[in-house]
């Protein structure tokens, strides 16, 4: 269970917990030639100006998938639980932090790089923008689950943190930040694959509340 904290952690404990967080992320990139989307275009077979696009909104399912187990899906009262990041075969097992996609907006174009502009809503996670070289419907199926996840290790919380007895602003001190997610688009058999894998997508969890209520999930990533 979560316990309250005995003291508040000081300035530079935070500063060390805060800055450790891209460490789990950089520590995947040494998979990332396993994942599919390092064949992702980078031209356009043609630029489009910004007269030529309406803002739109692309379809993406509205529900949130139900095709998790329920052994797959961890709280934060059972992190000792949460297993680690491995390959089997052809997938990666990927502990994550999810945040279901809820909307997808075309925003613009810009011609003289030809990058494509979305505004993206996510449960749980204030709206974002990014750039794609290529337009986000080229590479997903129609109707698609897209989640927006942050890679999850339990190093996140220090090297010798003790999982059993996390404390709720351990939780938030190490959440609470903007973070580097990854985006993931549902494909049959409950799996899944990297798309805009050369953008840096930057998110940021909406408030406490939010953060608390976060779930781990399992995703096998081809």
Same mark, same amino acid.
């Given at each position: 269970?979560?316990?309250?904290?005995?003291?508040?952690?000081?300035?530079?404990?935070?500063?060390?917990?805060?800055?450790?967080?891209?460490?789990?992320?950089?520590?995947?990139?040494?998979?990332?030639?396993?994942?599919?989307?390092?064949?992702?275009? %980078? =031209? !356009?077979? $043609?630029?489009? /100006? &910004?007269?030529?696009?309406? #803002?739109?909104?692309?379809?993406?399912?509205?529900?949130?998938?139900?095709?998790?187990?329920?052994?797959?899906?961890?709280?934060? %009262? =059972? !992190?000792? $639980?949460?297993? /680690? &990041?491995?390959?089997?075969? #052809?997938?990666?097992?990927?502990?994550?932090?999810?945040?279901?996609?809820?909307?997808?907006?075309?925003?613009?174009?810009?011609?003289?790089?030809?990058?494509?502009?979305?505004?993206?809503?996510?449960?749980?996670?204030?709206?974002?923008?990014?750039?794609?070289?290529?337009?986000?419907?080229?590479?997903?199926?129609?109707?698609?689950?897209?989640?927006?996840?942050?890679?999850?290790?339990?190093?996140?919380?220090?090297?010798?943190?003790?999982?059993?007895?996390?404390?709720?602003?351990?939780?938030?001190?190490?959440?609470?930040?903007?973070?580097?997610?990854?985006?993931?688009?549902?494909?049959?058999?409950?799996?899944?694959?990297?798309?805009?894998?050369?953008?840096?997508?930057?998110?940021?969890?909406?408030?406490?509340?939010?953060?608390?209520?976060?779930?781990?999930?399992?995703?096998?990533?081809?």
């Amino acid at each position: 269970m979560l316990r309250s904290p005995a003291s508040q952690p000081s300035t530079k404990e935070q500063y060390v917990v805060i800055n450790r967080q891209p460490t789990s992320f950089k520590a995947l990139r040494e998979l990332r030639g396993s994942l599919a989307t390092s064949h992702l275009p %980078h =031209s !356009l077979g $043609r630029s489009l /100006l &910004p007269s030529s696009i309406a #803002r739109r909104i692309l379809p993406v399912h509205q529900r949130t998938p139900a095709s998790y187990a329920s052994s797959e899906v961890y709280d934060f %009262h =059972s !992190l000792a $639980r949460v297993p /680690l &990041p491995r390959f089997s075969n #052809r997938l990666l097992t990927l502990p994550c932090i999810a945040y279901h996609v809820t909307s997808v907006q075309l925003k613009g174009a810009d011609p003289s790089t030809s990058s494509h502009i979305y505004n993206i809503v996510a449960s749980s996670l204030m709206p974002l923008e990014i750039a794609l070289s290529t337009k986000l419907e080229d590479l997903t199926r129609p109707q698609a689950v897209l989640h927006l996840v942050r890679p999850w290790h339990s190093k996140l919380l220090g090297p010798s943190a003790d999982l059993d007895a996390v404390t709720e602003q351990e939780i938030l001190s190490v959440l609470g930040t903007p973070f580097n997610a990854l985006l993931l688009t549902q494909l049959p058999h409950n799996e899944h694959k990297r798309i805009a894998s050369s953008t840096l997508i930057t998110a940021q969890p909406r408030n406490r509340a939010s953060i608390l209520k976060s779930k781990i999930r399992i995703f096998n990533v081809v």
